[in-house]
């Protein structure tokens, strides 16, 4: 079904060490057509005075190569099955 009834979301926490740094967001998997959507959403906070924007901007940067690193690898490992 197209209407979210069966859409499988998971949460995500990541943790940096002591850094006043939080890091988590939702992994959503739905039906589409023979195969799955996935989405990711993430959501960073870093707690520093007047630096912490870029600090979380630097992240964000970084998360956003390593997931899609990780699905590329996932689109590969699976067209192999």
Do not use: C, M
């Not at 197209?2 to 890091?23: C, F, L, N």
């Amino acid at each position: 079904p197209t209407d979210g009834s069966d859409d499988i979301h998971g949460d995500w926490r990541a943790t940096v060490g002591t850094a006043p740094a939080t890091i988590n967001g939702v992994h959503t998997i739905t039906a589409a057509g023979d195969g799955a959507d996935y989405a990711i959403t993430t959501n960073v906070s870093v707690k520093i005075p007047f630096f912490g924007s870029k600090v979380e901007e630097q992240i964000l940067g970084y998360l956003e190569r390593l997931i899609s690193k990780e699905q590329e690898y996932l689109a590969e490992w699976i067209s192999g099955q």
